[in-house]
């Protein structure tokens, strides 16, 4: 089986993004967005999910976060789409309901092809520390979109505005970890009746 993994570049008026992930990783990170919270959530994707990260961002801070927390998801899917190839081997699906002290939040995934997010997870402040509570939707929206993932994320209940922020990303990257593992008993088929994931 030949590495999985991939390198993305992007480039625009708000950022300047560069993303590099290895599936088969153990969770080692590098991270640099500027966003202290976003990094502490990033890192929980990369040591859960087992993928590598090496991310840098250079944003419009001077504006606010949306532009670099957004760009930055879109950078990462970009990648993890690339280091899946065509899906061949892969588990594809997968769920997981994850606690932290107070708080419960299941993730399911299913490395379709097909991008979807369906979100039920509300907040009850609108920052966490000076980060944006709506930007955790934002960038998971941007993380579907462009990985072409179909991804649930509910959260059951929590009073910690900060746990249930970091339950997403945890859960989020254990149902990655599991969905995007090499299934040996698919004996490298893409795993659908239709011959390919799109």
Not at 60 to 88: C, F, M, N, P, Y
Not at 143 to 166: C, D
Request: glycine share 8%; proline share 2%.
């Amino acid at each position: 089986m030949s590495e999985r993994r991939a390198s993305v570049s992007r480039k625009t008026n708000e950022t300047s993004i560069s993303v590099a992930v290895n599936l088969d990783g153990t969770g080692v990170s590098k991270i640099e967005t500027g966003i202290g919270f976003f990094d502490h959530m990033l890192e929980q994707l990369s040591r859960h999910s087992l993928i590598d990260m090496d991310i840098d961002c250079k944003g419009d801070l001077h504006i606010d976060d949306h532009h670099s927390v957004e760009d930055t998801g879109i950078a990462i899917g970009q990648a993890i789409a690339k280091a899946l190839g065509d899906r061949r081997g892969i588990t594809r699906y997968a769920s997981l309901d994850l606690v932290m002290d107070e708080t419960m939040t299941k993730a399911a995934v299913d490395l379709s092809g097909r991008p979807f997010l369906v979100w039920h997870v509300a907040f009850s402040a609108a920052k966490i520390g000076t980060f944006d509570t709506e930007l955790v939707r934002e960038f998971f929206q941007a993380l579907a979109q462009n990985a072409g993932i179909t991804l649930h994320v509910t959260n059951h209940y929590g009073a910690n505005n900060h746990h249930i922020a970091e339950t997403c990303f945890k859960a989020v990257a254990r149902v990655l970890r599991t969905a995007t593992e090499i299934d040996p008993r698919q004996a490298g088929r893409v795993p659908s009746t239709k011959g390919m994931l799109v």
